[in-house]
């Protein structure tokens, strides 16, 4: 019996034992799989982690790049600060302009030469104009005589920069269609006469608007612009004087409205333009050309114009320049220049809202988009609708259709096609036939 309740009692112990160990292995198994849990909800967090710090960088990326899609607040505020420079850009050449005539009028102004690299020069005009001149869709052309001296200029280039924006701003805004040339050669004798037109090479600066993409490359082409006969090179070097000058020809050629015989004549004054309804149409002070005409003499040149109404003009001047040393690599090199660039941001104050005005309905006569814009957003802050026309005429004809839609007429006195003060007359014609049906 001793040995049988021994025998039961090592069974139950082994029981016992074979319940720990299993009861052992269940905790063990147990602690793994929540170890198991523990290492699987870290992976999921750090993989969700990395997928956010993805998606930020991304973004970040995106928005640097400019990519991300704009607010629409962003686009229109985007515009008017674009029409804001615009405006101040015109107005400060405005003043420089008065203050430029200013100066030759009193005989202060002076000549700063300095060598200068006549490529870069032209390089920078293009990149003045280019992008107008695509925007317009007319090619935009700038040729230069590979014969001349591969040397720096001496002479005051800013001067020199500021003649060729007068004149091929003023082809680029009187050109609809067609192509705007400047080219660049050695001036002689035989300048004045048209007949004498040959072809030769030259190297092309040139902008031209394509169905696919708008392409600017310096190219080889030949060249009729110049009116040189430019294959005989002793002409060339008789160009180039024995004090170690060049006598250059500049011509800026344009295919747009021209001018007629017995207007050119008011090119060349102050304050002048050839149709007053251009200062309207395409802006303007009169003094640029007048300006032009004075910096090109105190150069020591001269500067005429070529053209026949609906033809196109060529403005023609010569200069004559000093010879500096050869042209370096470091000169060809435009990127070691310096840009600033300011990012400006501006907010609109909302209007007040402390009474409600009463909602009027203006018919509003402007030609000038700026002005346009500025009093529709002026009527709307004040909770008043606006309709907007072009000039006088269309005013007139908008009353005629629905002139009782309108509360307030607002009219410009110089417009195109009609000025404010013809259409304001018929309109009073209308109102006064409309009162004695």
């Not at 229109?76 to 600060?81: I, K, N």
């Not at 869709?137 to 280039?157: A, E, N, Q, Y």
Request: contains cysteine; glycine residues 6%; proline residues 4%.
């Amino acid at each position: 019996n001793n040995n049988n309740n021994n025998n039961n009692n090592n069974n139950n112990n082994n029981n016992n034992n074979n319940n720990n160990n299993n009861t052992n292995s269940d905790a063990t198994s147990a602690s793994t799989e929540v170890t198991r849990g523990k290492t699987d909800r870290k992976q999921q967090l750090l993989q969700s982690e990395k997928r956010e710090q993805l998606t930020k960088s991304q973004e970040r990326s995106l928005k640097g790049s400019g990519l991300r899609s704009p607010t629409p607040y962003q686009t229109e505020m985007l515009r008017l600060f674009k029409m804001l420079r615009t405006s101040a850009d015109h107005l400060l050449y405005l003043v420089n302009d008065v203050l430029d005539y200013s100066k030759i009028e009193a005989e202060k102004l002076e000549l700063v030469p300095a060598p200068f690299n006549l490529d870069l020069l032209m390089q920078n005009l293009h990149s003045m104009f280019g992008c107008k001149a695509e925007d317009k869709g007319i090619g935009l052309h700038f040729d230069l005589d590979t014969t001349l001296p591969k040397c720096m200029l001496i002479g005051d280039s800013h001067r020199l920069l500021q003649i060729l924006i007068n004149l091929v701003g003023n082809a680029v805004k009187f050109t609809a269609k067609g192509s705007v040339t400047l080219s660049i050669g050695p001036s002689h004798p035989l300048v004045r006469e048209p007949s004498t037109l040959t072809t030769s090479t030259t190297t092309t600066l040139t902008s031209t608007p394509t169905p696919s993409t708008e392409a600017v490359s310096l190219t080889t082409i030949p060249s009729t612009t110049i009116p040189l006969n430019r294959s005989d090179p002793s002409l060339v070097h008789g160009s180039v004087s024995d004090r170690g000058e060049i006598k250059l020809l500049f011509c800026v050629k344009d295919t747009g409205i021209g001018i007629a015989a017995d207007k050119q004549h008011l090119l060349f004054q102050a304050f002048s333009q050839v149709e007053n309804s251009y200062s309207k149409q395409f802006g303007g002070t009169g003094l640029g050309l007048a300006i032009s005409q004075r910096l090109v003499e105190l150069m020591k040149g001269k500067i005429w114009v070529e053209s026949e109404l609906g033809e196109g003009t060529s403005f023609l001047f010569t200069v004559t320049f000093a010879l500096g040393s050869p042209i370096q690599a470091s000169d060809l090199d435009p990127s070691s220049s310096t840009t600033t660039t300011t990012t400006t941001s501006s907010s609109i104050p909302p209007g007040s809202t402390d009474q409600k005005p009463k909602n009027l309905r203006f018919l509003v006569a402007e030609d000038n988009e700026v002005n346009q814009q500025v009093i529709t957003r002026l009527l709307k802050r004040l909770h008043h609708e606006s309709h907007i026309v072009g000039n006088g005429k269309l005013a007139v004809e908008e009353y005629e259709a629905n002139g009782d839609l309108y509360d307030v007429i607002l009219m410009d006195v110089q417009m195109p096609v009609m000025d404010g003060i013809d259409a304001t007359r018929l309109i009073r014609e209308v109102e006064s036939q409309r009162r004695n049906r």
